[in-house]
């Protein structure tokens, strides 16, 4: 099963790009493991290589949070 956002998320809303945000799941046992891709494209002044680490820190961040947050859901 998958999940599909697009648009210019996040920082890129006023850039001249978009992007597509893709959650995928996958069962495990009795758990599910989540994969989450993002692709963007466009036009960046600078380039999107600056860009890279943080948007990156900004997912690990979010799904360790979603992550805890099921975990420990009653």
């Known amino acids: 099963q998958?999940?599909?956002f697009r648009g210019a998320l996040g920082p890129f809303y006023n850039l001249a790009a978009d992007g597509a945000l893709t959650f995928t799941?996958?069962?495990n046992g009795?758990?599910?493991d989540v994969t989450v891709v993002f692709r963007a494209g466009g036009y960046v002044k600078d380039g999107f290589q600056k860009w890279a680490g943080a948007v990156d820190g900004?997912?690990?961040q979010?799904?360790?949070n979603l992550?805890?947050?099921?975990?420990?859901a009653p």
């Open 2 to 4: 998958s999940l599909v």
């Open 58 to 60: 900004v997912f690990v």
């Open 30 to 32: 009795a758990e599910a």
């Open 67 to 72: 992550k805890k947050n099921l975990e420990t």
């Open 62 to 64: 979010q799904m360790g």
């Open 25 to 27: 799941l996958a069962a």
